[in-house]
């Protein structure tokens, strides 16, 4: 705030506590200019959060227009009008808005864009009375800072620009401004709730508060519009580092003119689609949202972070969350990023998905593996750890180098990241902390999908590189978790099954690696549930997760094992919808609006996701049923709301009173980069018939030539349940260690040194003649530490 002295300071200090808008987004949009650094995203007719200067970092909740008449009329454009949003050509982010009052007053029409060359969101703005005369009416502006994620200790105030009149906020070294084409009537900012302009005018149905400093908390800043002279006029709301930046950024853009920085904008969209139809073959972009989708992939990637795509430009739930959920979803998750990057080389994106792979390595932790999300800048958000979060770069590195080569340097340099994710995997798998969901911990049926998948590719980069141990080491605990999926994970004979009619199926998670049919009697507790509510039966809770088995090319998609699991899985999380088939994560899901719509609050209901009827379309291709795969892919299309896909849709009766229609987005996250990158996938896919991203190799080892283990591998954390007769015992400390072990009770012993692997793994290899008797047993002594165990381990050996 500049030092001078203001007349009339603000009442109410810090205001009430301030929450975020609704994350049912109706438009977002960005310039393809590095001079623009703003993002923007509507939702009821209005503006909602704009972000700046990076695209984790929100600085508005909202901006909408007031209207009074005849000094007894109110209406607030947000929540009094029908409202109209659209783009003016799809796959271009300038939006056309309009807004009919629901007394049939007046309309509002907009057009909103970003200056390619300013930090500025630009609006147009018509106002067109439909009863009566404009001079009858009354025209205001209302813009709620919250500048750097918070609403709190906000400072606002009134100043001039060049002799310009402008509204500024500031907070924690961004500043906004806001100007206008039209000149102002009136202008003040004021603490939400008490001394702001919406408290003012809906009691007066008038400006009659002007107020021209606000020190610090929850502010909103209110103009009045000078209408008298034209209905047509243009709002600036630009950013800077502080009121001068800010101040010029809006000046200049309104200079420029809104049809002149309009042209620009539309120019560099239409140039960029127009560089995608250069890349790919027309059929891949015959689906009918392709050009939108993968404008929004584009606009959620950095302009300051190169390659970094955050996750959706929303907040689940928005206006039930305040200060305290600074990230909402505006961070990067690398498994998302990873999907968005394998979108972009479905359209033959190439330079994209480099850029997301460079981003991947620069942002890796030293131990090999991601954290759970990030900031742009790869700081933890979440402290949470997926081992398919360290899985996916690998896959992205080895299919972008398969398919387009690397120069010598970027070979080098991403060898170094997958030897050090592998060495990762190769420690902690295949137990993760938490599945793709984000809530339980144990082997999951998708993350050790993607895990093994990772681990072949880590094994071929290895053997370019030499490190032939790594690479024989990768591939053996590979095929050693592949041979087991089905020991941990395929359950047999439940009342699930039962009421299925199916031998058994796969499972979503085994909490702690136990043969699955020693699962009988044990209990998780579901995250996202009441307590009354989360106990489950662990052999009792599937997931739409086993079809990823077939998506990572380690089992048919014809396997009876993968059919019974579906059977189970469309008995238990298939819901019909007006547009066709949806799924649920998981039975007992929690993460969802409660029954009677209300918003998720750390517990709730789960519902349908889109993202995953394009994956079971995935699968339908897989099957070689291409017209089923096209059905759902229409039935998929039928989610979008404004050509967006939603996080999550209502599967249950309307409740109107809340905006919740079957089969239309829920009030989570809007638009979902995940789900847009799903369906560009499922384009190709469909396209050429065959699954996108599925692995080669798995196919080729596993569903090919059906290769199986030779080892039975035991570990503090895992260890093995049985040896198979003929194969070898594989043993694997974190240190180094001495092993003896016996088959007769100790009468003979032998020893074996552990081997250092290199990559953070000491093992011992028992060879197959070993094991002549009914059992082994061992015990350990620590070479660094000089002492034993003093513990014996026995493991039984079967035929």
Same mark, same amino acid.
């Given at each position: 705030?500049?030092?001078?002295?203001?007349?009339?300071?603000?009442?109410?200090?810090?205001? +009430?506590?301030?929450?975020?808008?609704?994350?049912?987004?109706?438009?977002?949009?960005?310039?393809?200019?590095?001079?623009?650094?703003?993002?923007?995203?509507?939702?009821?007719?209005?503006?909602?959060?704009?972000?700046?200067?990076?695209?984790?970092?929100?600085? @508005?909740?909202?901006?909408?227009? !007031?209207?009074?008449?005849?000094?007894?009329?109110?209406?607030?454009?947000?929540?009094?009008?029908?409202?109209?949003?659209?783009?003016?050509?799809?796959?271009?982010?300038?939006?056309?808005?309009?807004?009919?009052?629901?007394?049939?007053?007046?309309?509002?029409?907009?057009?909103?864009?970003?200056?390619?060359?300013?930090?500025?969101?630009?609006?147009?703005?018509?106002?067109?009375? =439909?009863?009566?005369?404009?001079?009858?009416?009354?025209?205001?502006?209302?813009?709620?800072?919250?500048? %750097?994620?918070?609403?709190?200790?906000?400072?606002?105030?009134?100043?001039?620009?060049?002799?310009?009149?402008?509204?500024?906020?500031?907070?924690?070294? +961004?500043?906004?401004?806001?100007?206008?084409?039209?000149?102002?009537?009136?202008?003040?900012?004021?603490?939400?709730?008490?001394?702001?302009?919406?408290?003012?005018?809906?009691?007066?149905?008038?400006?009659?508060?002007?107020?021209?400093?606000?020190?610090?908390?929850?502010?909103?800043?209110?103009?009045?519009?000078?209408?008298?002279?034209?209905?047509?006029?243009?709002?600036?709301?630009?950013?800077?580092?502080?009121?001068?930046?800010?101040?010029?950024?809006?000046?200049?853009?309104?200079?420029?003119?809104?049809?002149?920085?309009?042209?620009?904008?539309?120019?560099?969209?239409?140039?960029?689609?127009?560089?995608?139809?250069?890349?790919?073959?027309?059929?891949?972009?015959?689906?009918?949202?392709?050009?939108? %989708?993968?404008?929004?992939?584009?606009?959620?990637?950095?302009?300051?972070?190169?390659?970094?795509?955050?996750?959706?430009?929303?907040?689940?739930?928005?206006?039930?969350?305040?200060?305290?959920?600074?990230?909402?979803?505006?961070?990067?998750?690398?498994?998302?990023?990873?999907?968005?990057?394998?979108?972009?080389?479905?359209?033959?994106?190439?330079?994209?998905?480099?850029?997301?792979?460079?981003?991947?390595?620069?942002?890796?932790?030293?131990?090999?593996?991601?954290?759970?999300?990030?900031? !742009? *800048?790869?700081?933890?958000?979440?402290?949470?750890?997926?081992?398919?979060?360290?899985?996916?770069? @690998?896959?992205? @590195?080895?299919?972008?180098?398969?398919?387009?080569?690397?120069?010598?340097? *970027?070979?080098?340099?991403?060898?170094?990241?997958?030897?050090?994710?592998?060495?990762?995997?190769?420690?902690?798998?295949?137990?993760?902390?938490?599945?793709?969901?984000?809530?339980?911990?144990?082997?999951?049926?998708?993350?050790?999908?993607?895990? =093994?998948?990772?681990?072949?590719?880590?094994?071929?980069?290895?053997?370019?590189?030499?490190?032939?141990?790594?690479?024989?080491?990768?591939?053996?605990?590979?095929?050693?978790?592949?041979?087991?999926?089905?020991?941990?994970?395929?359950?047999?004979?439940?009342?699930?099954?039962?009421?299925?009619?199916?031998?058994?199926?796969?499972?979503?998670? &085994?909490?702690?690696?136990?043969?699955?049919?020693?699962?009988?009697?044990?209990?998780?507790?579901?995250? &996202?549930?009441?307590?009354?509510?989360?106990?489950?039966?662990?052999?009792? !809770?599937?997931?739409?997760?086993?079809?990823?088995?077939?998506?990572?090319?380690?089992? %048919?998609?014809?396997?009876?094992?993968?059919?019974?699991?579906?059977?189970?899985?469309?008995?238990?999380?298939?819901?019909?919808?007006?547009?066709?088939?949806?799924?649920?994560?998981?039975?007992?899901?929690?993460?969802?609006?409660?029954?009677?719509?209300?918003?998720?609050?750390?517990?709730?209901?789960?519902?349908?996701?889109?993202?995953?009827?394009?994956?079971?379309?995935?699968?339908?291709?897989?099957?070689?049923?291409?017209?089923?795969?096209?059905?759902?892919?229409?039935?998929?299309?039928?989610?979008?709301?404004?050509?967006?896909?939603?996080?999550? =849709?209502?599967?249950? &009766?309307?409740?109107?009173?809340?905006?919740?229609?079957?089969?239309?987005?829920?009030?989570?996250?809007?638009? !979902?980069?995940?789900?847009?990158? *799903?369906?560009?996938?499922?384009?190709?896919?469909?396209?050429?018939?065959?699954?996108?991203?599925?692995?080669?190799?798995?196919?080729?080892?596993?569903?090919?030539?059906?290769?199986?283990?030779?080892?039975?591998?035991?570990?503090?954390?895992?260890?093995?349940?049985?040896?198979?007769?003929?194969?070898?015992?594989? =043993?694997?400390?974190?240190?180094?260690?001495?092993?003896?072990? %016996?088959?007769?009770?100790? *009468?003979?012993?032998?020893?074996?040194?552990?081997?250092?692997?290199?990559?953070? @793994?000491?093992?011992?290899?028992?060879?197959?003649?070993?094991?002549?008797?009914?059992?082994?047993?061992?015990?350990?002594?620590?070479?660094?530490?000089?002492?034993?165990?003093?513990?014996?381990?026995?493991?039984?050996?079967?035929?």
């Amino acid at each position: 705030m500049p030092q001078k002295t203001y007349k009339s300071p603000a009442p109410g200090a810090p205001g +009430i506590p301030g929450k975020w808008t609704n994350s049912s987004k109706s438009g977002i949009g960005k310039s393809l200019s590095s001079y623009s650094q703003v993002s923007f995203t509507t939702s009821h007719g209005i503006l909602n959060e704009v972000y700046y200067p990076r695209e984790d970092n929100a600085c @508005i909740r909202d901006m909408e227009l !007031l209207v009074t008449k005849d000094g007894d009329f109110f209406a607030e454009e947000k929540r009094d009008t029908r409202h109209e949003t659209a783009m003016i050509e799809t796959g271009i982010p300038c939006y056309k808005v309009t807004n009919t009052g629901l007394d049939t007053l007046y309309k509002i029409h907009k057009e909103i864009i970003t200056d390619p060359l300013h930090n500025t969101v630009l609006q147009k703005i018509k106002f067109e009375p =439909i009863t009566g005369k404009k001079d009858d009416f009354q025209l205001y502006v209302l813009l709620a800072p919250h500048i %750097s994620n918070q609403s709190a200790e906000n400072m606002g105030w009134l100043d001039e620009y060049k002799g310009v009149p402008m509204l500024f906020a500031e907070r924690d070294g +961004i500043t906004l401004a806001l100007a206008c084409s039209l000149p102002w009537k009136k202008r003040s900012v004021g603490f939400v709730g008490v001394s702001e302009g919406y408290t003012d005018i809906s009691t007066h149905k008038s400006m009659q508060w002007e107020y021209d400093r606000a020190d610090s908390g929850n502010l909103a800043l209110t103009g009045e519009i000078d209408i008298s002279s034209e209905d047509e006029f243009t709002l600036a709301l630009a950013f800077g580092r502080d009121m001068n930046e800010a101040a010029q950024h809006a000046h200049a853009s309104l200079l420029k003119g809104f049809d002149g920085c309009k042209q620009l904008y539309v120019k560099q969209w239409s140039d960029w689609h127009q560089s995608i139809d250069e890349r790919k073959d027309k059929d891949i972009k015959s689906g009918k949202l392709f050009r939108n %989708s993968v404008a929004i992939m584009r606009m959620h990637e950095s302009f300051h972070f190169s390659g970094a795509v955050i996750a959706s430009l929303s907040i689940p739930w928005g206006n039930t969350k305040g200060d305290g959920d600074i990230g909402g979803y505006h961070v990067v998750w690398p498994r998302d990023l990873v999907e968005c990057s394998s979108g972009f080389l479905a359209f033959n994106a190439r330079e994209d998905a480099l850029r997301v792979m460079n981003y991947l390595m620069a942002t890796q932790e030293a131990d090999g593996h991601w954290p759970q999300n990030m900031w !742009l *800048e790869g700081k933890p958000y979440w402290d949470g750890l997926q081992l398919d979060q360290i899985a996916f770069p @690998i896959l992205l @590195i080895g299919r972008y180098k398969k398919d387009n080569g690397l120069t010598e340097h *970027e070979s080098k340099v991403a060898w170094q990241t997958v030897r050090r994710a592998a060495g990762f995997l190769l420690r902690y798998g295949p137990l993760s902390p938490q599945e793709r969901w984000e809530e339980e911990s144990g082997i999951s049926v998708s993350t050790i999908a993607t895990c =093994i998948a990772a681990l072949l590719v880590a094994a071929e980069m290895a053997d370019e590189y030499k490190d032939s141990r790594l690479g024989k080491y990768c591939r053996e605990e590979a095929d050693y978790w592949n041979s087991q999926i089905e020991n941990w994970l395929y359950v047999k004979h439940t009342p699930m099954a039962n009421e299925a009619g199916v031998e058994g199926y796969y499972i979503r998670i &085994n909490p702690t690696g136990c043969l699955a049919k020693d699962l009988d009697g044990q209990i998780i507790g579901l995250k &996202n549930r009441p307590d009354d509510e989360k106990n489950v039966p662990v052999n009792e !809770l599937v997931s739409v997760d086993a079809l990823a088995l077939v998506r990572f090319g380690l089992r %048919s998609a014809k396997d009876p094992k993968i059919l019974n699991t579906i059977k189970v899985i469309d008995a238990k999380l298939k819901v019909e919808t007006p547009h066709g088939p949806c799924w649920h994560r998981y039975n007992n899901d929690g993460y969802g609006e409660h029954e009677d719509g209300s918003a998720f609050d750390g517990t709730g209901i789960g519902r349908a996701w889109p993202l995953l009827t394009g994956e079971r379309a995935h699968y339908e291709v897989a099957a070689g049923n291409i017209k089923g795969a096209q059905a759902l892919m229409k039935t998929m299309e039928g989610f979008a709301s404004h050509e967006l896909f939603p996080e999550q =849709i209502w599967d249950a &009766n309307d409740i109107v009173a809340k905006n919740l229609y079957l089969g239309s987005h829920s009030g989570s996250a809007i638009p !979902l980069v995940w789900a847009h990158a *799903e369906y560009v996938k499922l384009c190709a896919s469909v396209s050429q018939k065959k699954v996108f991203d599925m692995p080669d190799h798995t196919i080729e080892r596993y569903i090919k030539n059906k290769n199986e283990s030779n080892f039975d591998i035991w570990r503090f954390m895992l260890p093995c349940p049985f040896i198979k007769k003929g194969n070898t015992l594989r =043993i694997i400390t974190e240190v180094s260690a001495t092993v003896s072990w %016996s088959v007769d009770n100790w *009468e003979h012993v032998q020893q074996k040194d552990a081997i250092d692997g290199g990559f953070g @793994i000491h093992y011992i290899d028992v060879p197959v003649d070993a094991f002549d008797g009914e059992s082994v047993v061992f015990t350990f002594y620590w070479t660094d530490a000089q002492h034993w165990e003093n513990k014996n381990y026995e493991i039984k050996i079967i035929k």
